[in-house]
Every structure is written in structure tokens, then in C-alpha cells.
T-cell receptor, first 114, second 113 residues
Framework: EADIYQTPRYLVIGTGKKITLECSQT?????MYWYQQDPGMELHLIHY???????EKGDLSSESTVSRIRTEHFPLTLESARPSHTSQYLC?????????????FGNGTRLTVT | GQQLNQSPQSMFIQEGEDVSMNCTSS?????WLWYKQDPGEGPVLLIA?????ELTSNGRLTAQFGITRKDSFLNISASIPSDVGIYFC?????????????FGKGTLLTVNP
């Protein structure tokens, strides 16, 4: 089983608040990802990282930002949350070796912005 | 990015029945992965396929990497209530970044006891 952890599991906040969603993995994976998923819908890649100090935008435009200062940690920040940001955010990582390694997912953070 | 067409979108079956779902693409993929997602959880990897024609089983689950490298199917035999969830196919497209997965839109499986 993959050891990748996301906190908080659930978050309800008001519009305009700054929030950070935490993601940590203990497997030493270089590659990490953030996906956005509406309930029962497909996954959309919003950010990824190949390693420390490497971050890239994904396929779906997002107002969130990410940082990768440590291998194990890949937090996602929203400077000013809006109701349109309400969604589930899934963090994932994959092995450093092998070009086509499967992704291992955390349990997600379900964000509601009121 | 490249699209994966996953079907069916949803299935309602009786416990004990077999299930089949598939993904197709107009493009060639290097890998095919099948994930299951329970409500409120993250997707969990069920089966990974790396070679055209590869047939792999994981308990009651069987998946195959199509010979053309443009499709894959997942079969579940003798379904049980805990098989309920959303099943996603995913793959690494041969012409795209090797680090990014393309996901299908999912198949929602409901099993009636």
C-alpha cells in the first residue's frame, strides 16, 4: 500500500479565506501530483512536480499554487477561496524510476467554500 | 490531452453477475491502469498493464492491454456488494509526457444484493 497522506479530509471555509491543503508521502517518490475531481466525475490534473523545486501547471487551469521544497511534501494553496473552488482535491505520487509508474493516491480533501 | 472513452458510464447488476467495462482511444498508449474509487476516498490501483496483449488477474478481476495498444478492458467475475464504486481506466499516452496519466470518465458500478 502507498503511504500518502492528505490533511484535512474535509474543510468548510468562507469566501476570501486563504487555505493550504497538505500532502505528504513517505515513499521517497520524486513525482507528485494534484488532481481536482467533482463528485462522481473524472479527474483533472492541476499541478505536478518532478522533484524538489520543480512544479508545473497541469491540464486544467487552476487558481491554486503549489510548492515543492522537500521531496515528501507538496502543499497546495488557494490565496482567496471562492465557491467555484468547491471540489475534491486528490494528491498522488509515483516512483522515481520507470517512465510509466502508476500513481498512488491519498484519500483527498473535500473542500467547500461558502 | 488525449481522451479515453470509457464505457459504460454506469452499470446496475445483481450480486453474483459478471461485469465488463472497457476503455478505448484513437491514440496509442504505453500503459493501461485500472483504478477503483470508493465514495469519499482516493482511487486505488487495481491492475497495471505494460505490454500489448498482456492479460493480468487480481483475484476476481481480470484486465487486458489491447493488441492495438488503443484499448483495454476490465472484467469482474461473481460480483459482490463491496465491488460498488467508480472504476477508472488510465494510461500513459505514447506521444505525451511519460509522467502524466490520462484518465477515463469512470464507470459507476452498483451491485444489488
Amino acid at each position: 500500500e502507498a503511504d500518502i497522506y492528505q490533511t484535512p479530509r474535509y474543510l468548510v471555509i468562507g469566501t476570501g479565506k486563504k487555505i493550504t491543503l497538505e500532502c505528504s508521502q513517505t515513499m521517497g517518490h520524486d513525482k507528485m501530483y494534484w488532481y481536482q475531481q467533482d463528485p462522481g466525475m473524472e479527474l483533472h490534473l492541476i499541478h505536478y512536480s518532478y522533484g524538489v523545486n520543480s512544479t508545473e501547471k497541469g491540464d486544467l487551469s487552476s487558481e491554486s499554487t503549489v510548492s515543492r521544497i522537500r521531496t515528501e511534501h507538496f502543499p497546495l494553496t488557494l490565496e482567496s477561496a471562492r465557491p467555484s473552488h468547491t471540489s475534491q482535491y486528490l494528491c498522488a505520487s509515483s516512483e522515481s524510476t520507470g517512465l510509466n509508474s502508476p500513481l498512488h493516491f491519498g484519500n483527498g480533501t473535500r473542500l467547500t467554500v461558502t | 490531452g488525449q481522451q479515453l472513452n470509457q464505457s459504460p458510464q454506469s452499470m446496475f447488476i445483481q450480486e453474483g453477475e459478471d461485469v465488463s467495462m472497457n476503455c478505448t482511444s484513437s491514440s496509442i498508449f504505453n500503459t493501461w491502469l485500472w483504478y477503483k474509487q470508493d465514495p469519499g476516498e482516493g482511487p486505488v490501483l487495481l491492475i497495471a498493464l505494460y505490454k500489448a496483449g498482456e492479460l493480468t488477474s487480481n483475484g476476481r478481476l481480470t484486465a487486458q492491454f489491447g493488441i492495438t495498444r488503443k484499448d483495454s478492458f476490465l472484467n469482474i467475475s461473481a460480483s459482490i456488494p463491496s465491488d460498488v464504486g467508480i472504476y477508472f481506466c488510465a494510461g500513459h499516452h505514447s506521444g505525451g509526457s511519460n509522467y502524466k496519466l490520462t484518465f477515463g470518465k469512470g464507470t459507476l458500478l452498483t451491485v444489488n444484493p
